[in-house]
C-alpha cells in the first residue's frame, strides 16, 4: 500500500523528482551553450522531460501538495526555457 501525503506535505517522492529537475535545468541550460544542438544534448533534454512523467504518476498514487503544484509547473518551464 503507496504512503499518502497531506496537501501541506514538503517532503514527497513527487516533489523529490521535481526539485532534481529544477536542480538539473541549469546544467541543461550549460549543456545547450557549451555543445550546441547534438544528439547529446537531445537525449539530456529527453531524459529530464520524461521525469516529468515520473513525477506525474508518483503524485497521483501518494497524494498531490501545494508546493507540488507550484512547483511542477515551474520545473516544467525552466526546461522549456532550455
Do not use: E, Q
Request: proline share 6%.
Amino acid at each position: 500500500m503507496a504512503t499518502s501525503f497531506g496537501p501541506s506535505a514538503l517532503a514527497t517522492p513527487a516533489n523529490a523528482v521535481t526539485i532534481a529537475r529544477l536542480l538539473c535545468a541549469p546544467l541543461l541550460w550549460l549543456l545547450i551553450v557549451a555543445v550546441g544542438p547534438s544528439y547529446v544534448t537531445l537525449a539530456a533534454w529527453i531524459a529530464l522531460a520524461s521525469t516529468d512523467g515520473v513525477d506525474g504518476y508518483l503524485a497521483r498514487r501518494h497524494g498531490t501538495t501545494r508546493s507540488g503544484a507550484f512547483l511542477d509547473p515551474l520545473a516544467d518551464k525552466a526546461l522549456v526555457l532550455g
